[in-house]
């Protein structure tokens, strides 16, 4: 697990999504609540034909029963997991919940946009598989 984001995995893809953040802060501004954000970056990834899926749905399983769902914001190209905020910062609370969202997901990479301030804040976090055992001969 790499709650930075420096293993290199999907880094064309994360930062074509962080580009056109850049372009609906610029266009928009900050402040507004987080959905104005979600729906803006969705006309931009339009634009750029850049793939990707709003609201879609992942079950969550305890002891092979689905006990809920999670809905993230947007899954972009198929392979990153895109929540947009409005919050002060982003701390390691939202980089938790990142991280269990990747689990929830089978994704490796997730991106928290914050959108709050004039300065667009964001953080990349991927989730690696882990190691495989050292094979004995």
Do not use: W
């Not at 609370?93 to 990747?102: A, P, S």
């Not at 301030?117 to 953080?123: E, S, V």
């Amino acid at each position: 697990m790499d709650a930075d984001g420096r293993d290199g995995i999907y880094v064309g893809e994360t930062e074509r999504i962080i580009g056109c953040a850049f372009a609906v802060l610029n266009a928009l501004g900050h402040g507004f609540h987080e959905k104005p954000y979600e729906e803006a970056l969705v006309v931009d990834f339009c634009h750029h034909d850049i793939p990707y899926a709003q609201q879609a749905r992942f079950p969550i399983h305890y002891r092979n029963t689905k006990v809920g769902e999670y809905v993230p914001d947007l899954v972009v190209f198929g392979k990153v997991i895109v929540d947009t905020k409005t919050i002060e910062r982003i701390t390691d609370h939202e980089v938790g919940r990142m991280l269990n969202y990747l689990r929830a997901t089978c994704l490796q990479v997730g991106l928290i946009l914050n959108f709050k301030h004039a300065k667009l804040q964001f953080r990349r976090v991927t989730l690696t598989p882990p190691a495989a055992p050292p094979l004995h001969s």
